[in-house]
């Protein structure tokens, strides 16, 4: 049936939706990688120090972060295809005004506006495909959607270096014109619609809480250690987040339709989808940072050869595609997560073997190793999070799952570069160019967080996920 007229239509199949969407959340996903690369030759166009050109990078992590909360909402009220379509040409125009930016100020205020768009896209987007789905049909369209989280941060680095270098920083904002008109013209040619439904009210205390909550936590995370402001706002910053954190469950818990709805922590199945698989994503979250390091100061590879040898980790994710839904049906959510975690945790303590006498082909495989199992693990943790909830939940599983994924990759930068600190200090080089056993002790820590998710992964029931591909326990 067609949302708006009731009358029969043939239905499009959920991997297709799957990949359109796919497709606009690579561009988001590349995008915000990429950025990184560029900022030096920004910050030589725009004659600033490159320490402040972090803001750009903070700017849109915090916007990113602040409105996702709010997305719930919106996707119901306004209908989350018409959201998905309105994010997606305001994430274009304000790649555009990024592209056009004069000074560091203009800049920031157009990534803040990005951020926006962002936050808007990336939990519509998964409901989009969570709503045309069938029970049967998620493992597939999920294998799809995962990809984009996968690719973006292993792509964005050798894209932006090479779009920098051959047209300038600009043109890492530009390439997301066309990628975004194209998005907009395959959704609204396959994508059916979602008709908008009254969510009453909004929470408007709960989103003030929460909004305060993560942006502060955000930007303390994202400049602590850095030198990009005040060596004492970071703390404050995080000490803030925190206060407000507290206020923000305690809202969250008494509220009649909260901002962030945490009653959906009671389910089992959506419990381990989202505490463990936090813990888990912050290990996993170091090795982005920490693997083109290491290439060029452990192996000396230039950067670009760094980043197109770190690509070995998107090859392992796609490998990975077609053998999802085997596994799952064969073993099940728990074991394969379980085992997942391990094998993922153990392929990243594995990276603190890499020096200079590893050729170029031994890395590469273990990247792809590295690649192959964390693909498998987000793609049954996306499934799992929705397997058990019913219809009218899927928007506020969705806005809480995506809120808690965002603080991931900032935890694992700031574990990653804890532990190289630390392990300097330790060996008496504080302050010192960091050392080979400084990367191995990073890579060797990280690999322990993912894998400490493994226990508690293990208490899920034996048949979560059973409704959606994966095998039921034995009677």
Known sequence: MT?????????????????????????????????????????????EPPARMGAAVTAYLVALTVFIPASAWLGDRVGAKRLFLAALALFAAASAACAMAGGLGWLVGARFVQGMAG???????????????????????????????????IAGPPVGGLLTDVFGWRAVFLVNLPVAALGILLAVWKVPPIPARDPGAPDV???????????????GLETVGRGVVPSPLPLLGLAAGGVFAALAVRHCLSAPRPALDLSLLRVPSYFHSAVPATLFR????????????????????????AGFLSFATALGAFGMKPLVRPLLGRFGFRSVIVAGALLAGASIAACALIGPGWPWFAVF???????????????????LSVADLPPERLAAATALSQTLQQFSPALGVVLAT??????????GRAGAALAPEDFAAAFVVAGIVAASAAPIFARMPADAGADVGGRRPRP
């Open 365 to 383: 495989l273990l990247l792809a190793a590295g690649g192959l199992v964390r693909s498998l693990l987000f793609t049954s943790l996306g499934v």
């Open 205 to 219: 205390l709960g989103l003030v809480l929460v909004g305060l909550a993560l942006g502060l936590s955000m930007f």
């Open 119 to 153: 936050a808007m896209m990336l939990p519509v987007a998964r409901l989009l495909v969570l709503r045309q789905a069938r029970k049967d049909e998620m493992i597939r369209a999920m294998t799809w959607l995962t990809m984009p989280a996968l690719l973006g941060p």
């Open 282 to 305: 912050v290990g996993a979250g170091a090795s982005p940072f920490l693997v083109p390091t290491v290439l060029q100061i452990g192996l000396g590879h230039g950067a670009t050869e």
């Open 418 to 427: 804890a532990t190289l600190e630390a392990s300097a200090a330790l060996s």
């Open 3 to 47: 949302a708006d007229s009731g009358t029969a239509a043939p239905r499009t199949d959920p991997r297709l939706i799957a990949a359109i969407v796919a497709s606009a959340l690579f561009m988001q996903n590349l995008d915000s990688a990429a950025v990184f690369t560029a900022l030096p030759a920004m910050a030589r166009d725009l004659g």
